[in-house]
């Protein structure tokens, strides 16, 4: 018997050493794949492509909870024309936004490989942002139906690779490297086509991420097969799904399809290299919200500003969204960490050219998205406890957690050890220079809100429910934050913004006004 297993287990052994040489290699993959959707010389016959396309967009960073689905965006279309031996092409927009504003939007992108311009509803022509020049040119060739042909014709630059997962299933994958691109391509054991084209993205929020283009619904176009339906997903949450409704084949092209003023070419940057932010960049296009600046946060020539309110009480101003840093005897409580690391380097240098010698103690964030949260882990890191409303604190415990080795952050270089608080109804960070009441308050916007007065100075802070900026009108929102104000006697107060400045309750009566 014994003898019997030591035989069993030695063929098991020869068995699994010989099952590698069985498997598929890189070119053979690309060459099934290639075939399938029509060969090389259809493939190499694509001059030009025409499609018109309806679209979906799903934020899961702007979610009602935590531990809800993804928030719904928007429906959009746009017709897409495209040189693909060029490597040009233009999208028109047309979208349909739900949230965060009920608004149509206009526009046009035009994207040559070493610049692109951005054409609103007026044709007024802006030069392209180095960061969105890059992320929308690697989009553009994960999604061209010659990525597979570009990798069989490029052996130097196609690389083995375990098999990758998609969904519930493991399937046999390649690498391939299209400039400053990595592509991991995965293919379907039956059609022989590409399931999936996956990119490794670092996500504020999520870490090391799987950013995925699934490919589904083949049709045929001609000569070639192309996949009439893009699945975009984020760790399996589906961010973007497009579905082609016209698919043209080398039509004709009219001259100026592609051209772009000489001044905007001029002035127009090369795609920016390096920590490209794509997951940033491509995700608030999605939420028309994006500042189309390789500066990030604000506008070429913007910085942040420290704008006093008391002098215990700093505003920080100057991005497209604020933190605020109140001064306490034995440290610094911060308030919201927006956007990405890059912000809270830069705050956590203002306060401490503010108050010399301050710790950063503690950072409260108000709610879950991602524009006021991407750079908690920065705070993290400078061993800040972290405040935020319940439901609220298993997610940031997890975000705290979640690997950044893409592009190392203060925190996963630092590893330090999370201390999450959670405030259910109310909280109080006292000392005897500042209070600093937490209020978790009912509202529309998010489940799990709070606002923060700064009791002495009289200061609540608000984000996203009122953004002191023009006139505020009365909405829900507004209405909510004016119920709290009331329930907790909180009168003649300045009311600074999450967004925007600041406004004194007494002048917003209106909008803050009772049902």
Do not use: C
Request: charged share 20%; aromatic share 6%.
């Amino acid at each position: 018997m014994k003898y019997a297993l030591l035989l069993s287990a030695a063929l098991l052994l020869v068995t699994g050493q010989a099952q590698p040489v069985l498997a598929q290699g890189p070119t053979e993959l690309l060459k099934l794949a290639v075939e399938a959707q029509g060969g090389v010389d259809a493939l190499r016959a694509v001059k030009f492509v025409m499609q018109k396309a309806e679209v979906k967009h799903w934020e899961p960073g702007q979610s009602h909870s935590v531990n809800g689905e993804a928030r719904f965006l928007g429906d959009s279309t746009y017709t897409l024309t495209a040189d693909p031996v060029n490597r040009i092409i233009r999208y028109d927009w047309e979208r349909d936004m739900k949230f965060p504003a009920v608004e149509r939007v206009k526009y046009t992108e035009i994207l040559h490989p070493t610049y692109g311009v951005v054409i609103d509803e007026k044709g007024t022509a802006t030069p392209m942002s180095g960061i969105r020049l890059a992320a929308q040119n690697r989009e553009a060739r994960r999604g061209t139906s010659q990525l597979i042909l570009r990798a069989l014709e490029s052996p130097e630059s196609v690389s083995p690779i375990a098999d990758q997962t998609v969904g519930n299933q493991t399937l046999p994958a390649v690498q391939y490297k299209d400039g400053p691109n990595t592509y991991i391509i995965v293919f379907d054991r039956a059609t022989k086509l590409p399931l999936s084209v996956r990119t490794r993205d670092q996500d504020n929020i999520y870490g090391d991420s799987n950013y995925n283009m699934i490919l589904s619904d083949w049709k045929t176009v001609g000569n070639i097969k192309a996949a009439h339906t893009r699945s975009y997903t984020l760790n399996g949450m589906e961010v973007q799904r497009i579905t082609i409704k016209e698919y043209t084949l080398n039509p004709t092209i009219a001259p100026a399809a592609f051209a772009i003023p000489d001044a905007v070419k001029a002035a127009a940057k090369p795609p920016a290299t390096g920590n490209v932010p794509y997951q940033w960049v491509l995700r608030r296009i999605f939420l028309n919200r994006f500042t189309d600046s390789d500066a990030i946060y604000f506008p070429p020539g913007g910085s942040f500003k420290l704008v006093e309110l008391s002098p215990n009480v700093q505003m920080v101003q100057g991005g497209g969204a604020n933190n605020l840093i109140v001064n306490q005897r034995d440290g610094l409580v911060v308030v919201d960490a927006p956007t990405d690391e890059g912000q809270s380097i830069e705050v956590i240098k203002l306060a401490k050219a503010k108050y010399p010698g301050k710790p950063i103690k503690t950072l409260v964030l108000t709610h879950h998205h991602m524009d006021h949260t991407g750079g908690m882990r920065t705070f993290v890191a400078e061993g800040a406890t972290v405040i935020v409303p319940t439901p609220d604190k298993i997610y940031f415990e997890r975000a705290i957690r979640a690997s950044h080795a893409t592009f190392p952050d203060a925190q996963q270089r630092a590893q330090r050890q999370a201390n999450v608080q959670d405030v259910k109804d109310t909280m109080s960070l006292k000392d005897d220079t500042a209070e600093i009441n937490l209020i978790n308050i009912p509202n529309p916007h998010v489940d799990g809100m709070l606002l923060v007065h700064v009791v002495k100075d009289n200061i609540v802070w608000v984000t996203d429910l009122v953004s002191p900026r023009g006139t505020i009108g009365r909405n829900p929102g507004t209405v909510a934050v004016g119920d709290a104000l009331r329930k907790h006697n909180i009168t003649n107060a300045t009311l600074a913004g999450g967004h925007g400045a600041t406004a004194k309750q007494a002048d917003i009566g209106p909008a803050l006004a009772a049902n």
